[in-house]
């Protein structure tokens, strides 16, 4: 009888050891799967639920490691389920700033321009939440500087526009509209037909004058 009951409490003590490292190793997947999301807000609770299993495993509390599996899996949905509309509302954002970039003048920004953006699409093939903050970060900066370049260039041309001398021409109203036409395209960010009209009103210009 005791022979059994010591063979019976060592096979238990193997069985709870196994579920002990069983867990341990689910511990050490899950941290390295979860690395690869953007916790945000949840990292607080990521980092307790973490510090919990732990604990368990240190203590090798057995009775827990259900409970805390359940919660794991259950924060791991909610993670990868905001990551995801995370990514998806990225590669709408990238399509919109592609669309957006087309009426500016890229000139010798062409280069850095082609490299961000195929850093963000490979970005969305390969899921690479954690980076997706520092990328828009970087697009948005390129924009804003790329919107001040264009802005600067059609304000120099409309200046020097405005500083010819039209009053010989005798249709001088519609000069001054397109100016005017031009000043708009600036202000809707059409900067590539403000600038193509630009040089076909200088062109119409110096022709009156000769």
């Known amino acids: 009888l005791l022979t059994t009951i010591f063979l019976s409490y060592i096979l238990y003590q193997r069985n709870m050891n196994n579920k002990i490292n069983n867990f341990s190793s689910y511990i050490s997947e899950y941290k390295q799967e979860i690395s690869n999301y953007y916790l945000s807000d949840n990292q607080k609770n990521y980092d307790n639920l973490i510090a919990e299993a732990e604990q368990d495993i240190d203590d090798k509390d057995y009775k827990k490691i259900s409970s805390l599996t359940s919660s794991l899996s259950e924060f791991k949905e909610k ?113 590539i037909k403000a600038v193509e009209l630009s040089k076909t009103l200088k062109e119409d210009i110096n022709n009156k004058l000769e």
């Open 79 to 191: 993670i990868l389920a905001e990551n995801n509309d995370s990514l998806s509302n990225f590669s709408n954002y990238i399509n919109t700033y592609k669309e957006e970039i087309t009426n500016y003048n890229l000139d010798d920004s062409k280069e850095k321009y082609d490299s961000l953006i195929s850093e963000a699409e490979q970005a969305v093939t390969n899921k690479n939440y954690k980076n997706i903050e520092s990328i828009t970060f970087n697009l948005n900066q390129f924009k804003e500087e790329l919107l001040n370049k264009n802005v600067e260039v059609i304000n120099n041309t409309i200046t020097e526009l405005e500083s010819i001398d039209i009053s010989k021409i005798l249709d001088k109203e519609s000069i001054i509209n397109k100016i005017e036409e031009i000043k708009k395209l600036k202000d809707e960010k059409q900067f």
